[in-house]
């Protein structure tokens, strides 16, 4: 019998191990060997850690305001953004860049540059789908900034699609959430689609 020595603020990690070791075992995985043994705790723990976003919120990063420099600032936007999600069908990452964009309401507050990335790695660290991450990102900027306009651009490649089932090497799924100004502004829009990820601009 195989003994895991754990904290005790770690045994819900413990138990999931326990019910991860059978999964295993089920499957023909081997967790019996030197090698393996500690393998189910790590499978939980590495689970515990992709999901850590389920009990945070991403929006507190926004909390933090002051003023733009300028009473006529225009886009602001963190580019290629890299983050990591798991996709909820399957408990299988799909990683990925995205491009967070927001337009500042005149008079608005701004945040630091930061918390754009902060705010999409947390809402990625949740057992996801693309669609509904993008649709956070920009629904926390419009809600949280009161901004003018906001934008989610992501590219990611989907262990799902690519590593089975389909077997689509190489396949990418890109995806567009905007709001506010840039969807009733085509000067606009057209100048936010042109910050997608350099990864789909090529
Ligand atoms: N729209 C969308 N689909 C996703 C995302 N992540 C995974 N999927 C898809 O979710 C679908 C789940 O389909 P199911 O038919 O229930 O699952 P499945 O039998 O494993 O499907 P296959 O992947 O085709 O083998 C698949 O088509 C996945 O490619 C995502 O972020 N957005
Ligand atoms: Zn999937």
Redesign the pocket.
């Known amino acids: 019998m195989t003994v895991i020595t754990v904290s005790r603020a770690d045994s819900g990690v413990a138990e999931a191990a326990e019910h991860a070791r059978a999964m295993f075992t089920a499957l023909g995985i081997p967790c019996d060997t030197t090698s393996t043994e500690r393998t189910p705790l790590r499978f939980v723990r590495a689970l515990a850690e992709l999901t850590s976003g389920l009990r945070l919120d991403p929006t507190r990063h926004l909390r933090v305001q002051f003023p733009p420099e300028s009473v006529n600032q225009g886009v602001i936007a963190a580019v290629d953004v890299p983050f990591v999600a798991l996709?909820?069908?399957?408990v299988l990452p799909?990683l990925g860049r995205a491009t967070v964009a927001y337009l500042p309401s005149p008079g608005g507050q701004i945040v630091g540059l930061s918390k754009l990335a902060r705010v999409i790695q947390e809402f990625a660290a949740r057992p996801?789908?693309?669609?509904?991450?993008g649709e956070q990102v920009v629904e926390a900027l419009m809600g949280h900034l009161a901004a003018s306009g906001a934008a989610c651009l992501i590219r990611?490649e989907?262990a799902?699609?690519t590593m089975?089932?389909?077997e689509a090497h190489g396949a990418v799924?890109v995806t567009s959430h905007l709001a506010g100004d840039f969807t009733t502004d085509a000067a606009l829009r057209t100048q936010v689609m042109g910050l997608a990820p350099t990864c789909i601009r090529r």
């Open positions: 996709c909820e069908h399957h799909f996801q789908v693309q669609e509904r991450l990611s989907h799902c699609l089975r089932g389909a799924m």
